[in-house]
């Protein structure tokens, strides 16, 4: 994404819900998120996550909820 020939970025920064249960889930889908390239978790507060993306497309696709589901399977 950050290779392309011209990229065009338009950050943004806002907050992502969750429905996860436990502290650990929550501490993983942050970290998750991290680990996205493009994509940083500057905040967990409660059931929200705030989340620094590169563009709208990278935001946009961490709210699709996929990620928080694969973190929900998980028994903690």
């Known amino acids: 994404y950050v290779w392309k020939k011209n990229p065009s ?29 493009g994509t940083v ?6 059931d929200q996550v705030l989340v620094h993306a590169l563009d709208k497309e990278l935001y946009d696709s961490l709210q699709s909820g996929t990620m928080e589901q694969y973190i929900s399977r998980i028994k903690l």
């Open 9 to 37: 970025f338009s950050p943004i920064i806002a907050w992502i819900p969750h429905r996860l249960k436990t502290d650990a889930a929550s501490t993983i889908y942050a970290n998750s998120i991290t680990f996205t390239p």
């Open 41 to 46: 978790t500057l905040l967990l507060e409660d």
